[in-house]
Nanobody, 119 residues
Framework: QGQLVESGGGLVQPGGFLRLSCAAP????????MAWYRQTPGKERELVAD???????NYADSVKGRFTISRDNARNTVYLQMKSLKPEDTDVYYC?????????????WGQGTQVTVSS
């Protein structure tokens, strides 16, 4: 059974840096598209960045140039490096995995990690 385990959230001052990690043991990681979402209570979950099995990346306009998503297939881990953080980046960040098979898509979510940007 696959699962996603996130780490790296916390409190940081505006302009600061954080790196989130998401370990995905037991998943078909190298074949999976991985993504980071974020969500404020009462709002829809928002895609922050994704990276597919071919290393192609995609970012929300609000984080372009500040966030970088990367993956290490040897460690079954995806990362989100966040710099120049703003108060509006405060959210719960969720890791997502999608593996596309012939007849179905296997999807997993992490438990979420809180990122708070405040002075």
């Amino acid at each position: 059974q696959g699962q996603l385990v996130e780490s790296g959230g916390g409190l940081v001052q505006p302009g600061g840096f954080l790196r989130l990690s998401c370990a995905a043991p037991g998943t078909d990681f190298s074949s999976s598209s991985m993504a980071w979402y974020r969500q404020t209570p009462g709002k829809e979950r928002e895609l922050v960045a994704d990276i597919n099995s071919g290393m192609r990346t995609n970012y929300a306009d609000s984080v372009k140039g500040r966030f970088t998503i990367s993956r290490d297939n040897a460690r079954n881990t995806v990362y989100l490096q966040m710099k120049s953080l703003k108060p509006e980046d405060t959210d719960v960040y969720y890791c997502n995995s999608q593996t596309f098979y012939m007849t179905f898509t296997q999807e997993y979510w992490g438990q979420g990690t809180q990122v708070t940007v405040s002075s």
